[in-house]
């Protein structure tokens, strides 16, 4: 089955810096990818759609200075988050498709600024 | 704008009961449904996925209906386990692949 990898899996950094999240489909290529954050006992939040070689299309409330996509290959999309503060900490998870096919989820990258 | 509701949001059975998780969305217009398990600090597992042609989808233990008109979805769990404690997201597609999550109910089984 389609297999898409997140890395890191959990990340501690101090406040002020940046964090880079990277997620690769690993076995097909992925003309779509978005990125979610899920805060405690709550859903998912879609943050950003990028398709590839585009600029990502992010939703309202969302952030662009502070968290930028890059989706540079059809199995490569990274986000990272500028400036990093405490309350960006949260559970971050990306996922991936093809065209015209179901989304397929990372297993997701805990951050936690200090 | 769709929005989706889980109802129960917390579940607490005894082992070997059958259950019931409810869905439901406001915009019937939707391109299908899909479950998904999501074990504490983990990424999602898909479990079922339903075209919005279809009525119902069954994996194992696990049932899904769909009725779109009214806009609801069931996910029937046969028969619960231990190892079925988690929290069970449903998510209505639309057009352009976007997803649309419930707010998840957490199930909790015990032995």
């Known amino acids: 089955g389609a297999v898409v990898s997140q890395h890191p899996s959990w990340v501690i950094c101090k406040s002020g810096t940046s964090v880079k999240i990277e997620c690769r489909s690993l076995d097909f290529q992925a003309t779509t990818m978005f990125w979610y954050r899920q805060f405690p006992k709550q859903s998912l939040m879609l943050m950003a759609t990028s398709n590839e070689g585009s600029k990502a299309t992010y939703e309202q409330g969302v952030e662009k200075d502070k968290f930028l996509i890059n989706h540079a290959s059809l199995t490569l999309s990274t986000l990272t988050v500028t400036s990093a503060h405490p309350e960006d900490s949260s559970f971050y998870i990306c996922s991936a498709a093809a065209a015209n096919q179901p989304q397929h989820f990372g297993d997701g990258t805990r951050l936690s600024i200090l | 704008k769709q929005e989706v509701t889980q109802i129960p949001a917390a579940l607490s059975v005894p082992e070997g009961e059958n259950l019931v998780l409810n869905c439901s969305f406001t915009?019937?217009?939707?391109?299908?449904l899909q479950w998904f398990r999501q074990d504490p600090g983990k990424g999602l597992t898909s479990l079922l996925l339903?075209?919005?042609?279809?009525r119902e989808q069954t994996s194992g233990r696990l049932n899904a209906s769909l009725d779109k008109s009214s806009g609801r979805s069931t996910l029937y769990i046969a028969a619960s386990q231990p190892g079925d404690s988690a929290t069970y997201l449903c998510a209505v597609g639309n057009a352009g692949n976007m997803l649309t999550f419930g707010g998840g109910t957490r199930l909790m089984v015990k032995p």
């Open positions: 915009d019937s217009a939707i391109y299908n």
């Open positions: 339903i075209q919005s042609s279809q």
